[in-house]
């Protein structure tokens, strides 16, 4: 490890016995424990830290947090790599990998900068005003150009390997911010015994006390806020969150954060998760987010070398860490000059002090007196010069005199803009302060107050105070007696502020977005284009659209607006921040649910017997059904499906149908409801028996079917769609509930509750009585088709239904869920002399299809119970969901496509579900379409495809020819319009003896 | 001043002292042929009456700036696959409008079409799918159907091997792709003042004057201005703008998110959207990841969203695409979105003389600018609407002409 040359001896809150080796740009560099990737890349002299997005500017530093628009890099490698990270907010480890990107071949010389030199052809929106010759280039050429030279850091491209986790809290009081004001409102909330949960992005508690060297109460501040959060962390109603950040406020009192976890390590430790995303309802939250610096706008204020003051005391006093040997200070507020002490302490020389205003208080004086800093009021800076590193600064004097001054160091003050993006989250726009020069919260958020800095109190024994005080009153607003603590002896700080946005007649590219190079002069193309509004400004010149959120370039680009324009700041206006107030990994916001886990697997009772039995599965909706049983030997799934069907239709056959929908209908007035919610009658049917039936929504159009069994005068059995389950449920529910809530009748889905197995083929009735025994009568007197009958057998509940979707005497078996195992092994074994064949959904669709039963396809939610052949099945007797709007004109258009089957007029060929019907020798346009293929299959007992569709007047044109149309997979068949009835059309095999 | 390489070049060598204003920010007048309502679509609307039917006296009024409605706040996605006959020939039209917008526009709004993907997961979706594709190539819209190898090639960083859903292909338009959204709105409105048109911002309208059925004007923030016609085209707020001349509209107002990634180096080809899921992305010539999925599902004016439809159009992200966990989300918003009862727009006269309506754009708004356009501007300059924008009808609520292209019924949140 090479020594760290800009790293000072003593002093800072890193640990020096902790060494951590790192590398940047492939090159090895050592730190300490309790750096930052920046601090430890500042203590080792990196300057050049990274390229800015349009003309490749060599960049260093400009902060130290959150707010950094420069200093970004691709952190960590292979499948890890997470680009665009800002290193001012990694906590070092060891082992750390970080590349500079957005460069080619090397930070150092990057070809791209040539753009620099080709600036004013690429000011503000240059884009739209060429690229348009000729069109064809602009996917061929241009277009894949800027797309290449834009974007920053690359994607790894392979899938995160790491796992993230949410959690759900709930406190009294958030504290957002653990600087001097968040630690005093958690102190002050905490003490009164309310749940208090406090967070911080940074890796340790104390915000600004952490690079500050005032005292409170006597020790250093860091030390104070060292004690403080001991005191918090003994409290057992104190919840610490560091390295977390509330990002987002959200209706009700919910807060949005992000904890890191284990981004602080080189890879998670087993079982952690990298990150944790915090959903935290809280009653009361206090603000306490502290204050962002503003740098100020002159030509070459993005060279390496140039930061702000606040990044510049940071660096100092909290990492030890020295940005550069010879310092200049410019500042145009108070705060600005408290650099010039710590920059002493920390032995770096003070070139000069410029300050643009003409007086300043005594006090600072004296401060730059006893560093032996030369002063320059009423100055400005001009120019920074340097390539990849400040080399010096021209000042301008009040006397309008130019001074060329050395400097690798330049500490920039402007004020601060308080961080109030929080409070902006309900759509609230921040209000302009005359007498701080920038914008404070003025709508709060419901339960949220605002402390310290982020009000806008800068003074320190201001902030203490606002941060007790805002914390004290959250406890009581939530029922707590909490008494405000003593806010602790501070020496007084002036905090005065004359904000200078930008310096006229500077030389140099001046930059208002660091990262977006928005300069001071694309501001001003805006302006003269009439882009003026601020958000015009935002969107043309992207000014505050890089990652790091406008954070430091908003509010001054809309300052110098407003200067151009003639304008005040608060008339020129202001953006809204939104959520998230840091940007925020999109794997977090997905958590576990993730690859297989993107949704839940639905098994149904009898799965494992169907693996055992090889069966392929398929997805239905979240469930998984066998969709057929492969036996050795078979050469594709369309063998076995044909084999499964004819097995079905000449022996027996066994399909597991718990997937389907069931809900349990209870109460005197079941009947009255199902009435309401079928087109045809339920109330008359006889105990006993089951119907089939079709419900409607309410505009009228079909929307689901199924047979629906009554057990006894006040109970029904309803049976649904497997897609419509849940939506069958629902509907049932907002009618019981919502449009009838005077019915006596209760609805409860059984889905899950009961497994189910249709037992259909010629031999279906033997097996059962093979399995069955006396405990019921199968005789078809006893137990006709539609019968239903509900028994007890081998020490459980079972439930017969005669019901058949294959068209065979069939019947459908249902029991217990946890007794479903057990049956369909007990049916397979009482089938075994009758060849039993498990069959599976695919197989399950041949034989509806061949029956021409609808199913998913036809009820797509386009199509009417008319459109289907159930129009005479809607009750004139009695009302029911959707029937009024079943009756309007466009649902009852005779031109409406009708269905019906179809045949290949060639057997050989095959058909596909989706064609488009065309009359023969019609052009292929919109208007000759007649209708559309929704289901096919190949049909073994036929030796030919069949199909299903709807097409216009279709039951008066059986035996006419039409073009099944289907370009999209170069299908064109000549198509028979037939009966959808394929097999046994008479319906004999149903009434099998 | 024309817009070219060329005079880019010019003022580069200027210091670009020559850049005029991009629209003239126009001062109300007392009164128009035509005054039309929205910076949106209205602009647009504009632009054709006065370039396809010669009208010059027009005013567009916004509440605001220009494109701070739908136009500007949108996912960006144009594409014309669309399934029923009242719809594809209009977004078909609206497709070969953007084709031509800039050389029409002489603004470089930066039409790409970089091919819009619809993944399918079931061959029931493949079959929905196909169906889909037929009617586009019956109207001669561009569409194949690719099957799982076709996507791999196009898309490699996909799930197609640990995926809850696996997929199975995809339904592929060529050329579908985005188009710059804020060029949109300032290249109509440029192409619109340049024609005479007065496109006057921060003008609110406060309500109509209407006497004895026949609309004569419109109050606003900015006083009354007297109109032939008044034409509505205020996405978001058709159903507040509208109670204003004491209409109800068949819409219900919804918040959908949208969010966009930090910057990134080109990973994603063209749009690309999840079939298992609703999940829908692309990425911007700027780099940032543009993705969304599901409004949230309650009725709302605010224009903010709620993390539980964060989480899910996240889950879908990861689901599909699994690169994407260590990518950040760097913006979100939450816009307002007029969900008409069959997930279909409205362009149609009203039963009040002289006012019409252009609404119920849904989430599909950003596509349909030119064509909305041109044919509301159709609507108004001719009284008869355009052949391809027929079946958007105020009544078809009421005569069952319904165009619900998902099949979801009257439930504006399932559109």
Redesign the interface.
């Known amino acids: 490890m090479s020594p760290q040359p800009n790293r000072r001896a003593t002093g800072g809150l890193i640990d020096r016995s902790v060494s951590l080796n790192f590398s940047f740009d492939g090159k090895q560099y050592g730190g300490f424990a309790g750096d930052t990737l920046a601090s430890a890349l500042v203590a080792n002299g990196v300057t050049l830290v990274g390229r800015s997005?349009k003309y490749h500017r060599p960049r260093g530093f400009l902060t130290a947090g959150s707010e950094e628009p420069n200093g970004l890099v691709e952190l960590r490698t292979g499948a890890?790599?997470?680009?665009?990270t800002k290193a001012t907010t990694v906590e070092l480890y060891n082992g750390l990998a970080a590349m500079s990107q957005n460069r080619w071949p090397s930070l150092a010389f990057d070809i791209q900068s040539i753009n620099n030199w080709f600036s004013?052809?690429l000011?503000a929106g240059?884009?739209?005003?060429?690229?348009?010759?000729p069109?064809f280039l602009?996917?061929k050429l241009y277009?894949p150009l800027?797309?290449?030279s834009?974007?920053?850091?690359?994607?790894?491209?392979?899938?995160?390997p790491?796992s993230?986790e949410?959690v759900h809290a709930f406190c009294d009081v958030l504290v957002i911010g653990g600087g001097a004001a968040g630690l005093m409102a958690a102190l002050a909330a905490g003490r009164s015994g309310a749940r208090v949960i406090l967070c911080d992005e940074d890796f340790r508690f104390g915000g600004r006390l952490l690079s500050e060297r005032t005292e409170i109460d006597g020790t250093p501040c860091a030390e104070w806020a060292a004690n403080v959060v001991a005191e918090l962390d003994g409290l057992p109603n104190v919840t610490l969150l560091p390295s977390t950040t509330v990002f987002?406020v959200?209706?009700g009192g919910?807060y949005?954060a992000i904890e890191k976890v284990s981004d602080h390590l080189e890879t998670p430790g087993p079982g952690q998760p990298r990150q944790r995303?915090w959903?935290i309802v809280a009653k009361r939250s206090v603000l306490a987010a502290g204050a962002i610096e503003r740098p100020i706008v002159f030509g070459g204020n993005d060279t390496p070398g140039v930061m702000l003051a606040s990044a510049v005391r940071t660096y100092v006093n909290r990492y030890a860490a020295n940005p550069g040997k010879r310092a200049v200070v410019f500042t145009s507020s108070d705060d600005g000059w408290r650099t010039i002490a710590d920059l002493a302490a920390a032995g770096i020389e003070i070139a000069a002090v410029v300050d643009p205003r003409l007086q300043v208080a005594p006090s600072l004086g004296d401060i730059a007196k006893r560093a032996h800093a030369p002063v320059f009021l009423g100055a400005r800076l001009r120019e920074a010069n340097g390539g990849h590193a400040l080399a010096s600064l021209s000042i301008i004097g009040a006397d309008n005199r130019e001074r060329q001054v050395r400097a690798d160091l330049l500490a920039v003050a402007n004020g601060s803009n308080p961080n109030i993006g929080l409070t902006n989250?309900?759509?609230h726009r921040p209000v302009w302060n005359e007498e701080i020069s920038a914008f404070v919260a003025d709508v709060l958020l419901p339960g949220m107050s605002v402390a310290g800095a982020a009000a806008g109190r800068f003074a320190l024994a201001d902030i203490l105070r606002t941060g007790a005080d805002a914390g004290a009153k959250a406890a009581e607003d939530t029922g707590f007696s909490a008494t405000m603590p003593p806010v602790p002896a501070t020496t007084a700080d002036p905090v005065s502020a004359t904000p200078l946005w930008h310096v006229d007649k500077s030389r140099g590219k001046a930059f208002v977005d660091f990262q977006n190079d928005v300069t001071a002069?694309d501001v001003a193309?805006a302006a003269?284009?009439?882009?003026?509004?601020i958000?015009?400004l935002k969107?043309?010149t992207?000014l505050g659209?890089?990652?790091d959120?406008g954070k430091t370039s908003s509010v001054t680009g809309l300052a110098i607006m407003a200067e151009l324009t003639g304008r005040s700041i608060p008339v020129t206006g202001v953006t809204i921040a939104?959520?998230?107030h840091v940007?925020?990994?999109?794997?977090a916001?997905?958590?576990i649910?993730?690859?297989?886990?993107?949704?839940p697997?639905r098994l149904t009772s009898g799965h494992r017997w169907a693996e055992e039995n090889g069966a392929s599965f398929?997805?239905a909706g979240q469930w998984l059904r066998p969709q057929w049983f492969s036996r050795p030997g078979e050469m594709d799934w369309l063998e076995t499906v044909n084999r499964e069907v004819l097995a079905v239709r000449n022996g027996v056959g066994i399909c597991d149908v718990s997937t389907l929908g069931k809900i349990d209908i209870q109460g005197p007035d079941a009947g009255i409801l199902l009435d309401r919610v079928y087109i045809n009658m339920f109330s008359t049917l006889a105990v006993g028996r089951a119907r089939y039936g079709m419900m409607l929504?309410?505009?009228?159009?079909a929307?689901d079917d199924g047979t629906t069994a009554r057990f006894s005068e006040t109970r029904y059995v309803m049976s649904t769609t497997t897609a419509n389950a849940a939506k069958a449920m629902s509907h049932l529910e907002f009618a019981r509930q919502v449009l009838w809530p005077e019915l006596d009748v209760q609805t409860v889905s059984i889905t899950e509750q009961w497994a189910q197995y249709a037992v259909a083929g010629p031999n279906a009735r033997k097996l059962l009585q093979n399995l069955f025994g006396l405990a019921i009568d199968l005789s078809p007197e006893a137990f006709p088709y539609m019968g239903v009958a509900e028994f007890e057998f081998g020490g459980t509940t079972v439930r017969l239904f005669r019901l058949s979707f294959s068209g065979e005497l069939a019947y459908e078996v249902a029991v217990p869920a946890h007794y479903g195992d057990a049956l369909i092994r007990r049916l397979m074994a009482a089938g075994a002399e009758f060849g039993v064949t498990p069959y599976g959904t695919e197989a399950l669709s041949v034989m509806r299809i061949e029956k021409g039963h609808v199913a998913?396809?036809e009820l797509?939610?386009?199509t009417t119970a008319g459109d289907l052949g159930f129009g005479r099945m809607m009750s004139k007797k009695k009302d029911f969901i959707g029937r009024t709007?079943a009756a309007?004109?466009?649902?009852?258009d005779p031109e409406r496509p009708v269905f019906v089957g179809f045949k290949p007029v060639d057997p050989s060929r095959r058909l596909?579900?989706?064609?488009?019907f065309l009359g023969l020798g019609k052009a292929?346009?919109?208007a000759?379409?007649e209708g559309?293929m929704t289901s096919v299959a190949y049909s073994p007992n036929l030796g030919h495809w069949i199909g299903l569709g709807l097409i216009k007047h279709g039951p008066e044109r059986l035996g006419e020819r039409v073009r099944a149309?289907?370009?999209?997979?170069n299908g064109d068949v000549e198509v028979e319009i037939c009966s959808p009835v394929f097999v046994d059309p008479e319906g004999a095999r149903l009434q099998h003896v | 001043m024309q817009f070219s390489a060329l005079s880019l070049a010019y003022n580069a060598l200027t210091g670009h002292r020559h850049w005029k204003p991009t629209w003239r920010d126009a001062a109300p007048k007392d009164a128009y042929d035509i005054v039309i309502i929205g910076g949106g679509h209205g602009l647009a609307a504009s632009y054709y009456l006065a370039k396809e039917f010669g009208f010059r006296n027009i005013a567009v009024l916004d509440k605001g700036w220009i494109g701070g409605g739908n136009i500007g706040r949108n996912t960006t996605i144009v594409r014309s696959n669309y399934l029923l006959p009242g719809n594809i020939p209009f977004y078909e039209l609206s497709m070969k409008l953007w084709e031509k917008l800039e050389d029409d526009l002489n603004y470089n709004t930066m039409v790409s079409q970089r091919g819009v993907l619809n993944l399918f997961h079931s061959d029931a979706q493949r079959d929905a799918y196909a169906r889909r594709g037929n009617a586009m190539r019956l109207e001669g819209v561009d569409a194949q159907l690719l099957h799982r190898e076709e996507v791999r090639a196009m898309a490699p960083f996909l799930n197609f091997d640990n995926g809850r859903f696996p997929i199975q292909g995809g339904l592929l338009q060529k050329r579908g792709g985005t188009v710059r959204h804020d060029a949109v709105a300032w290249g109509y409105a440029r192409a619109a003042s340049d024609l005479g048109v007065d496109v006057v911002q921060n003008c609110e309208v406060t309500g109509f004057r209407i006497d004895n059925g026949k609309v004569e004007g419109v109050e606003t923030s900015r006083g009354f201005i007297r109109a032939g016609k008044v034409a509505v085209a205020v996405a978001g707020n058709s159903s507040r703008v509208m109670s204003l001349a004491g209409m109800r509209l068949p819409i219900e107002t919804h918040v959908l998110q949208a969010f966009v990634s930090e910057g990134l180096k080109p990973a994603i080809p063209g749009v690309i959207t999840f079939g298992a899921g609703h999940f829908y992305i692309s990425q911007s010539d700027k780099g940032g990841l543009v993705f969304g999925g599901d409004i949230d599902g309650y009725n709302s004016y605010a224009q903010r969203g709620n993390l539980p439809v964060i989480e899910d159009v996240c889950e879908g992200g990861m689901a599909v695409m699994p690169m994407l966990g260590r990518a950040r989300l760097l913006r979100g918003w939450g816009g307002l979105m007029d969900m008409s009862m069959d997930g279909s727009p409205i362009i149609d006269r009203t039963p009040i003389d002289g006012l019409y309506l252009n609404a119920g754009w849904c989430y599909g708004g950003f596509k349909a600018t030119p064509a909305s356009g041109f044919c509301f501007a159709h609507l108004l300059a001719t009284g008869t609407p355009h052949p391809t924008a027929e079946a958007y009808r105020l009544d078809r609520f009421e005569t069952g002409h319904l165009i619900d292209e998902k099949g979801v019924g009257a439930q504006p949140n399932l559109h």
Request: hydrophobic share 30%; aromatic share 14%; no cysteine.
């Open positions: 997005f890890r790599r997470e680009p665009n004013p052809l000011g240059f884009y739209y005003k060429t690229f348009m010759w069109g602009w996917e277009e800027i797309r290449r834009a974007g920053l850091g690359r994607l790894s491209m392979e899938s995160d790491d993230y949410k987002g959200y209706d919910t949005g995303l959903k989250h309900y759509g002069k193309l003269q284009e009439g882009f003026r509004a958000e015009h969107r043309y992207t659209m890089a990652t959120q939104r959520p998230p940007p925020v990994a999109i794997g916001f997905a958590g649910h993730t690859g297989p886990h993107f949704k697997t398929v997805e929504r309410e505009d009228g159009f929307m998913g396809n797509n939610g386009q709007l309007r004109p466009g649902l009852v596909r579900a989706g064609a488009h292929a346009t919109t000759n379409d559309y149309y289907d370009p999209i997979r």
